[in-house]
């Protein structure tokens, strides 16, 4: 079952690269509000550099943030890894999701650019898959091109403290939850997605309700997955 | 900044390698263990699935926590989805809806 016609070019990436354009300015923000946190909790620059851009995973980031103080002791910094590890869960998922598709590329290509692998260039990935795409150079430039503004939208943030003064005010909060929504529509087929959908979102909510945090996205997206393969048509 | 930008505390580069290899261990771990899982027809019905649930999972909780103007905005968003189906224009809305909203005080 797995796809044998995977291509890899250059124009795969150049487009994957431009359907990222329109969450630029989410990803700015977020980055540069990262920055500002990490500058106010006293990480150098290049200590904000390293953890922006070698986690790259801005929720878990923000979270760890949350709980690191100065000096570091050595409780603080497991902690710091397990919250990291728990908001990060649902990874394992995203990646299972794509061994179908990117299952027959040797894994000196796929491991590397597993490493770039988000929520974003993944839904982009998929949602392109969806519709008979087969060059995987809109995972490889979608998630290049992510890295590096996220990387980069970091630094003002830093020096600057917050640009933007209140990102609400233009609505800016909503870009990434919008961008997400938009991509869910094309993603409805029947009732099978319905029934589905509807128990991932009440599993999150439960959780949410009982737990807070981000353990929601776990249990919703696991109990929304076994829902969608025993539903049978 | 009382030291230098580019120095690094040794803890805390410590715990900075250990997000990442901890992220990156998830980034991969799910892919690499679906390689030696035989992908029946149901478990791929179940990656087919994961997609929409984890966006609903997702979204639901920002909406509970975001209030009347996050969900009204979502809702705007997925109303241009379904009209226009280019997903800038959905967040262009939403986010233009946000400042709308907020500008008038709900």
Same mark, same amino acid.
């Given at each position: 079952m797995l796809e044998k016609n995977v291509t890899l070019s250059l124009k795969g990436c150049v487009r994957g690269a431009l359907m990222c354009v329109p969450v630029f300015p989410g990803i700015i923000v977020f980055g540069a509000v990262f920055g500002t946190v990490a500058a106010q909790k006293g990480l150098t620059f290049l200590e904000t550099i390293l953890m922006n851009s070698l986690v790259y995973a801005g929720a878990s980031q923000f979270v760890a943030m949350e709980i690191f103080?100065?000096?570091?002791?050595h409780g603080t910094l497991i902690a710091m890894i397990g919250v990291t590890a728990a908001v990060n869960m649902r990874m394992l998922l995203i990646g299972a999701s794509l061994r179908p598709w990117?299952?027959?590329?040797?894994g000196h290509q796929t491991y590397p650019a597993?490493?770039?692998?988000?929520d974003l260039n993944w839904l982009l990935t998929l949602a392109q898959y969806d519709k +008979?795409?087969?060059?995987?150079g809109i995972y490889l430039g979608s998630g290049l091109t992510v890295w590096a503004v996220w990387s980069l939208s970091v630094i003002p943030g830093y020096f600057a403290?917050?640009?933007?003064?209140?990102p609400k005010t233009f609505g800016l909060d909503l870009v990434l939850p919008a961008f997400f929504a938009a991509l869910l529509v094309p993603l409805w087929k029947g009732k099978r997605q319905t029934y589905s959908w509807a128990i991932a979102g009440g599993v999150a909510w439960v959780t949410w309700a009982l737990? +807070? +945090?981000?353990?929601g996205i776990f249990t919703g997206a696991f109990a929304g997955a076994i829902a969608g393969a025993y539903l049978d048509d | 900044m009382t030291e230098g930008a580019f120095t690094a505390d040794t803890m805390v580069l410590f715990a900075i390698l250990g997000m990442a290899a901890v992220t990156y261990a998830l980034r991969a771990g799910g892919y690499w263990v679906m390689g030696r899982v035989n992908v029946t027809p149901r478990i791929r019905r179940g990656l087919e699935a994961l997609p929409g649930a984890i966006i609903v999972s997702t979204i639901l909780p920002i909406i509970l926590q975001g209030g009347l103007v996050v969900g009204l905005c979502i809702i705007v968003a997925v109303a241009a989805q379904l009209r226009m189906k280019k997903e800038y224009i959905a967040v262009f809305c939403a986010a233009a809806a946000a400042a709308a909203l907020r500008a008038g005080g709900i």
């Open positions: 103080t100065e000096p570091l002791d990117l299952g027959q590329l040797p597993l490493f770039f692998l988000t +008979g795409e087969r060059d995987w403290g917050s640009l933007i003064s209140d737990f +807070g +945090g981000y353990w | -």
